[in-house]
């Protein structure tokens, strides 16, 4: 309590008026070990892309729920990843200072100054202009360190060498696209080259922009995570395609709606190429293809569709996309039984 309220008291100090300190030197007390299966040796990259506005954040560990607790991340102001030793005062303190005006590097230097723990700790911090601060507490399990370039951190502790983080740092630089894809393809990268030296068990992502998210009361625009997984990247990317696949399912129902069935279409099946398994691609198929005409391309994706999750047969017949099939027999044949059979 007594760290928290010499915080909040310093948080209102005009920033021109401070002056960075030094911390303290480490002692032997603060050194961790990765013995702890909650210890976050971690290797986790947070960004900034400055065309879209989004601020992102992702991370992979040997440890479980890692994305849960390794990063506080606010849509224009900041990203600040916190791992080894987590704490997650530095996120919310952190925030504070930021919005009052301090640097990253300001803010970073005063709550290390104030963390009993500090040694243990690695913490980096992004704002929303891309000033970047970097700590690598002397206490964390080596291979531990940092890279941090523009728009960007990335760092990592009980890596494989410091191969890792340049291969975070190689991957962020030399990518363009979507943040959230340049962010995996850098997880990929990292993992190629080793990566936590205990092996892989969660992965996370996130991506914020400002009230970019559920109706514009949320800012996150993708927040999806692993928790625990022997191929906790592949099960990752598998949630990022499923995401972009229902994006993709939402543009085709408008390009249908306008009147476009042939965009729509192509719309519809790039989601299903995006998520072959997932069952709502199939359905948008379906009703493209019926929509135009097409009533046995129609019957054969909502096979498809039923094939991938029974559930199908009660639902599309409540459907009203489908009402011109409800007295057609290769339809009644599909949807008829229970959704477990």
């Not at 005062?89 to 952190?94: F, K, S, V």
């Not at 202009?129 to 970097?134: D, I, Q, W, Y």
């Amino acid at each position: 309590m007594r760290t928290l309220h010499l915080l909040l008291i310093v948080a209102v100090v005009t920033p021109a008026c401070v002056r960075a300190p030094s911390p303290p030197p480490s002692t032997a007390g603060d050194i961790q070990t990765d013995s702890d299966p909650n210890y976050l040796g971690t290797f986790s990259i947070i960004s900034r892309d400055p065309s879209s506005g989004e601020l992102g954040f992702a991370v992979q560990s040997k440890a479980f729920a890692a994305g849960n607790r390794a990063v506080a991340i606010r849509a224009g102001l900041g990203v600040i990843a916190h791992q080894a030793s987590a704490n997650p005062m530095y996120g919310a303190i952190g925030f504070e200072l930021l919005a009052r005006g301090f640097t990253p590097q300001q803010a970073l230097d005063m709550m290390l100054r104030s963390d009993e723990g500090r040694t243990s700790r690695q913490v980096a911090i992004l704002d929303a202009e891309g000033r970047t601060a970097s700590w690598d507490g002397p206490g964390a399990n080596d291979w531990k360190g940092h890279k941090c370039g523009a728009n960007y951190c990335a760092q990592g502790n009980i890596l494989a060498g410091p191969q890792v983080v340049d291969a975070l740092a190689r991957s962020f630089e030399s990518s363009s696209g979507p943040l959230a894809e340049r962010l995996m393809d850098a997880l990929d990268a990292a993992q190629a080259a080793g990566g936590d030296a205990r092996g892989m068990q969660s992965a996370a992502l996130i991506i914020t922009r400002a009230l970019g998210g559920a109706g514009g009361f949320s800012d996150r625009v993708i927040d999806i995570r692993v928790d625990d997984s022997r191929a906790p990247l592949a099960d990752l990317r598998r949630l990022l395609n499923l995401y972009r696949a229902g994006q993709m399912i939402t543009d085709a129902n408008r390009q249908l709606t306008a009147g476009d069935p042939d965009t729509a279409l192509g719309t519809a099946l790039a989601a299903r190429d995006k998520a072959p398994d997932n069952d709502n691609a199939w359905v948008a198929i379906a009703n493209i293809h019926l929509k135009a005409g097409r009533k046995a391309d129609a019957l054969a994706a909502i096979r498809r569709a039923i094939e991938l999750n029974a559930a199908n047969r009660r639902q599309l017949p409540k459907n009203r996309n489908f009402e011109t099939l409800m007295n057609d027999p290769e339809f009644k044949r599909l949807t008829s039984g229970s959704a477990g059979q």
